[in-house]
């Protein structure tokens, strides 16, 4: 009897660590200006995001988070319980949206246009400057707009 109690704890350890490491190998990925949900085994009380200028997290509920793909890039997230202990580690990948875009190159500048049914500017990493700004400082404008009319 005490030797099949050892082998269901070994056996037991054993697929609890390898469920362990399945988790925190899994790639997480989100595109760019888009969210995501990322689900908990458990409660968390601490995110960390590795490069906040990549991604970004806010929790939802204790065990719901939301992460936002802010630029392209690799970061991680670890996730801790209430204890200290590791809830999740996971890389995060932020990639391109899927959606017809195409760069336009005219000498040194680029522009990025979106297309879905016609195109339209839309602000890109790399583009030139003063399109960029441009059209940020428009974005801006129309995001304040909405936030005065919400309040």
């Known amino acids: 009897m005490l030797r099949l109690l050892f082998i269901g704890f070994i056996l037991t350890s054993f697929c609890g660590h390898q469920a362990s490491a399945e988790e925190s190998d899994a790639r997480f990925t989100v595109e ?8 908990l085994p458990r409660a968390a009380s601490a ?13 939802h509920d204790g065990r719901t988070l939301l992460i936002t793909g802010k630029i392209f890039g690799a970061t991680n997230i670890i996730v801790l319980d209430g204890r200290g202990n ?3 580690e996971r890389d995060i990948q932020v990639r391109a949206p899927q ?10 500048a680029q522009r990025t246009f979106t297309c879905a049914g016609y195109c339209e500017l839309s602000p890109s990493v790399g583009d030139d400057p003063d ?3 441009r ?6 404008g129309k995001s304040d707009q909405g936030n005065e009319a919400a309040e």
């Open 131 to 133: 399109v960029f700004d």
């Open 32 to 39: 760019v200006d888009k969210a995501k949900i990322l689900r």
């Open 135 to 140: 059209l940020m400082v428009q974005q801006k």
């Open 99 to 108: 959606m017809a875009a195409i760069t336009y190159y005219r000498g040194g």
């Open 86 to 88: 590791t809830v999740i």
């Open 47 to 59: 995110v960390i995001i590795g490069n906040p200028a990549i991604a970004d997290a806010s929790v």
